[in-house]
């Protein structure tokens, strides 16, 4: 059984924790609570997330300073981060959020459907890096205990080529939302967005790519996130 994404909600409003569980219910995933940056960065410290919904204001430690809190452990770096904001300064202020490292940015009040969609790509990119990480695991495991039968070894080379293929599928549809993205908008967010996708699946096809006869040496498999 394949478990269950988790996902950051941080927001010091209660109101505003109930909205987004309930935008959000409908991905049926693991919803996490956090009401300030502190409990935020302690949920970081011992659950794994597939994505980080962050308010920027925030008393005490607001929603940038906790981003570049999570951006500095090298646990969490890697987790996307959509940042969420009642207020709107400018360009700059957009700007200051893609530099604490947002790959998104959504002022409210925001769409639930556009939310809800862009938060789902990131749990299905999260799923689909765990699986291939258990699964290059387990193939790893095998290839370094040099089985000599035949049919182990079929079942291996198998298994690499599934690997593969899967990628390759989402390569494919990344492909496609990179070429749509440049052809309709000209949103930084979507483009950071897209970015950020195509270096996750750069290093898994790497680490893939390492499996391969002859390439020598375990994978670097990227990290989870």
């Known amino acids: 059984m394949v478990q269950k994404a988790k996902i950051l909600l941080v927001d010091d409003r209660p109101e505003n924790l109930l ?3 309930a935008i959000l219910s409908a991905l049926d995933q693991t919803l ?19 994505v980080i919904l962050l308010d920027v204001q925030m008393p005490g430690m607001d929603g940038f300073e906790t981003a570049a809190h999570i951006k500095r452990r090298e646990r969490t770096r890697d987790i996307p981060i959509i940042f969420l904001t009642a207020i709107n300064h400018g360009p700059h202020h957009t700007f200051r959020g893609y530099a604490a490292g947002a790959v998104d940015y959504i002022s409210k ?6 939310l809800r969609a862009k938060v789902s ?20 495991l095998q290839l370094d205990g040099g089985e000599k039968d035949s049919e182990e070894s079929k079942e291996s080379a198998g298994l690499l080529a599934e690997l593969s293929a899967r990628l ?11 070429k749509q993205l440049n052809d309709e908008s000209t949103d930084a967010a979507a483009v950071a967005t897209a970015a950020h996708l195509e270096r996750k699946l750069t290093g898994l096809r790497r680490a893939l790519d390492a499996l391969e006869p002859g390439a020598g040496g375990p994978p670097s498999v990227p990290p989870q996130n």
Do not use: H, I
């Open 32 to 50: 996490v609570r956090a009401s300030s940056g502190e409990e935020a960065l302690k949920a970081l410290l011992t659950d794994d997330f597939a």
């Open 121 to 140: 790509v990131f749990v299905d990119l999260y799923m689909k890096n765990c699986q291939l990480r258990e699964q290059a695991a387990l193939l790893r």
């Open 168 to 178: 390759a599928a989402v390569e494919e549809q990344a492909e496609a939302l990179t």
């Open 109 to 114: 009040p925001f769409d639930p459907w556009v």
């Open 19 to 21: 909205a987004l569980e």
